[in-house]
């Protein structure tokens, strides 16, 4: 009853604010379009020259609200950590505090300035005065519960290293070691859902100066002149939070940096002050209100401000209907926001007048990835590529693991080779020993949990499931601390984390056509219900991959056929699409064998946990077995692969064999007679024929199976999409090796020719290093 009581009132208050949002939220569409309007009107006034900051002497400005004791236990380790810093000084901002904080510094810390404000300017108003009284270029900003190491004043100094530093954070521990670290100083910052998304990741491989998102305001070092000309933190958003936000996107939006530096240590009691003094929820309403004006102020692309109106009504309304949420905005945030549009109106002008670069871009710069491709000098013998594989490598126990493997052995040799792999267990990385040895360095990732499936999602399943921020951070990271030339992507999947550098390459193999392998599936699949889900994933797939395809750099598949479909979808991108560098084979590592094999045995090779060796071996179970030992009853079958079907499921278990998983493939590939490959659906090049045919094991296989490799029927393998072909083949080979073993020769030949993985991995580079060049000069 109490929560039915609680609920109506919730309704019922709320209701006026409800009613007056969409007013509201037009009345802010009209203010910030008029902002936009008076901005483009008006001559644009000339911004002031860049300059680096003189950082051999700081002011360091504490504000203070009632925090005598605080100042009492923590100002000690700021005045001692100028000792070596001739000239510095230390301020103390004093917001109108009542506990006598004011008497206490006089008397307790002489040398300390003391900046004694009538009245309560809060967090931003107290800084902004302290960065006008300080005296020297480089303000550090401290919270007042924050402690500080005694040699974290140098880091940050170092910090400033060109004239477009704006601002060096420092790394956050709490005083309580226990406590999880929800600040750490790295922030990122990104826009999703109409609204700017703000955190702190704990990175501890970050050891150098790193771009951070903005400069934590309670731990901070600034250039004090290009904070004055940004205007310092912003009085719409008082009382507290996100002023620092705020100044560090209008410095991006400027065009110049915001850094952070693991190596300067400082301490924070978390909400040492606010979070004693003011209740949760009027913490939370101040933060709902503040989000909104740092979009109404900074945010000048409209398409992200009417995506911003849609998602902040609809979310404040499902606040209403069900409860509020930290990740939503409310009614009543709206209603205070618009009460500030007569102040934000100036504070967006100010800002358009300021900026340089769009949004879009100053969400982007203060990625790692980014950042190197915009400020970082690029020189290097040697080209440095980072490989991010789905998948694990090691052992290649799938087509697509082998075209990895050896191309990362190539690689690795040609190139300085970094690899991040994703796991799906961790017991798995130990069999990637191999690589550690072989690459620069190697990063391993136990299957990170994507989004959810969702039917009514527009996005492909295949792609929600490995869509995660802390991958494209890894990636990001990644690109800047090990200086990447070039970005190598694994697999449709992803797709999405190619980025839109100016100078670092992205290049993305498709191993296969996730659309084209989902509609060459349809025809197999018998369950209603299950074609409906095959064909709406099929036309998901089929918008997802022509909308990400055309953002990398380069795109490479299998095979011409491979080529020409996709240029047949998107012809634009019939200069970028390469098919002749990545579906190869190691052939020296394979023993050619023409002669001496086991009689009338059939090997049938494949990971089962690939749906199309499932279909593949079911229909040849059940249309082209039978009917080759009808003929020939000595015929036996030779099942090889990971993840295999149950023995009792198979037909005719006298004449099979289930061998399984077997760590190394060509054991089986220079002992049994003839390789059977009948593949009925999915796209690109079966690694298992380029074994096959370096193996010199004779094949057949169905023409798909066979897709970009063969395409005359006895040439380089015998071809056949009907059983009883299929079986005529086989038997007709079976019962003649020297013919067998002639074509397997010819096979051989060819592949030696055309797809040797040494020499294609050499073109690959060269034509990583042609890309390079093109973008940078």
Known sequence: MRKALGVAWRLLSGLPFALLSPVFLFTAAIVLFLADLATA???????????????????????????????????????ASIENHPDSEVIVVDNGSTDGS??????????????????????????????????????????????????FLQPLLDGFTDEKVFSVTCQIFFSDPSKIRQETGLTESWWQQGALRVRHRADEKIHELYPCAYGGGGSCAFDRNKFLELGGFDEILAPFYLEDTDLGYLAWKRGWKAMYQPASVVYHEHRGTIGKKFSDAYIQGV??????????KNIHEWRRLLEHFVFTWSSAALSWLFGDSPERSSFAAIARAAFQLPETFMSRARARELAIISDTEAFRRPLGGH???????????????????PYPICPPVHGGAVFMYQTVRELARLCELHVIVLLDYAHQGAAHDELDAMCASTEYVVRMEGRQKAFGSMEPHAVREFRNADL????????????IDVLQLEYTVLGQYAGRFKRIPSILF???????????????????????????????????????????????????????????????????????????????????????REPFTLLFLGSFRHLPNQEALTWFLREVFPKVRAEEPRARLVIVGSDPPARHSLPEAAAIELIGFVHDVREPLKRYSLFVCPILSGSGVRVKLLE?????????STR???????????????????????????????????????????ARAEVVAKRDMRVMTERLVECYQATVDKMRN
């Open 41 to 79: 009107l008006t001559p644009r006034r000339r911004l002031r020259p860049e300059t680096r900051p003189d950082t051999a002497k700081v002011s360091i400005v504490i504000p203070n609200w009632n925090g005598r004791d605080l100042l009492a236990k923590y100002l000690p380790s700021v005045i």
């Open 102 to 151: 004011v008497a206490f510094v006089e008397e307790a810390f002489p040398d300390v300035r003391l900046l004694p404000l009538k009245e309560n300017l809060g967090f931003g108003g107290g800084s902004n005065a302290g960065f006008r009284a300080a005296q020297n270029d480089i303000v550090v900003l401290l919270n007042s519960d924050m402690r500080v190491e005694p040699d």
């Open 287 to 296: 933060l709902k209100k503040n989000f909104l004006l740092f979009t109404w």
């Open 371 to 389: 950042f190197r491709d915009t400020f970082a000098s690029m020189q290097g013998e040697k080209l440095r590529v980072l490989f991010v594989s």
């Open 472 to 483: 494209a951070w890894l990636i990001q990271r990644q690109i800047f601390t090990r200086h």
């Open 510 to 596: 498709e191993h296969d056509i996730y659309f084209q392998s989902i509609a060459r599936r349809l025809p197999f699949i018998t369950n209603t219900v299950e074609k409906i889900e095959a064909r709406w994933e099929y036309l998901r797939a089929l918008r997802y991959e022509l909308r990400m395809l055309p953002t990398p750099d380069r795109i490479q598949v299998c095979s011409r056929d491979n080529r020409d479909y996709i240029a047949s979808f998107l012809p634009a991108l019939k200069d970028r699409i390469d098919d002749g560098y990545r579906a190869g084979i190691e052939t020296s590592l394979y023993t050619f064998t023409p002669h001496g």
């Open 692 to 700: 096959a045919f370096s193996a010199g094991i004779p094949v057949v």
């Open 704 to 746: 798909l199976g066979a897709e970009g490799l063969a395409d005359v029927d006895g040439e380089l393998c015998a071809l056949a999409d009907d059983a009883p072909s299929f079986a005529a083949h086989i038997l007709k080979l079976i019962r003649d090796p020297d013919a067998a073993a002639k074509m397997a020769e010819r």
